[in-house]
């Protein structure tokens, strides 16, 4: 069964040199962040102090564990993997018959990935970031890396464009929530 994304996905899709197959799997890892992970904390830090680094970061976690578990209902694993066993889980492109998917040297991942779960993390870690540091210039390049992120995770035929477009969604709103706790938190370390 074809979605409208099929064509989107084998455009976006396409059969790179070696040295791009690389340098898409290492964007979609997490080691290659790490200095830009280093960078939000130390904003945060000489934002907010101490404290509000402590909020911030008991909010990001609490965000991303939020989205890796809706995400992961739909896949049906995880924590909350059966909740809705009853919900059709959409099989990743490297495993879809009747479509040319280059998985470009990235190997086998979890059988279905019905709303992406790199896609949430990425637009948590982006908005709930954006949302409390405040900076155009940080808010336009975490923009950048979570769109770089995505479209790795297509590229290696992990994900059609519309699991990344779910992904996308639920990370939005885990990142909200994420605001929502950051203030609840840094208000009552205030008094």
Excluded at 79 to 104: C, H, K, Q, V
Excluded at 137 to 152: E, M, P, R, T
Excluded at 156 to 184: E, K, M, T
């Amino acid at each position: 069964m074809t979605t409208w994304d099929w064509a989107l996905f084998e455009l976006l899709n396409f059969d790179g040199t070696e040295w791009f197959d690389a340098m898409m799997r290492l964007i979609s890892g997490i080691l290659v962040w790490l200095p830009l992970y280093v960078i939000i904390i130390y904003i945060v830090y000489r934002h907010y102090s101490w404290r509000g680094l402590i909020a911030f970061l008991v909010a990001m976690g609490v965000a991303i564990g939020l989205a890796d578990v809706v995400a992961g209902i739909f896949k049906h694993q995880g924590l909350l993997g059966e909740l809705f066993s009853w919900l059709p889980a959409r099989p990743r492109p490297m495993y879809t018959d009747g479509i040319e998917a280059f998985t470009n040297g990235y190997g086998r991942a979890g059988r279905f990935g019905t709303v992406s779960a790199h896609a949430a993390t990425i637009v948590v870690i982006t908005l709930l970031s954006s949302l409390i540091i405040q900076r155009r210039w940080f808010s336009i390049l975490s923009l950048v890396v979570a769109l770089v992120v995505c479209y790795s995770r297509i590229y290696l035929a992990c994900h059609f464009p519309q699991d990344i477009l779910l992904g996308a969604g639920v990370g939005v709103i885990s990142a909200l929530c994420g605001v929502g706790l950051f203030h609840l938190i840094k208000g009552k370390t205030e008094r």
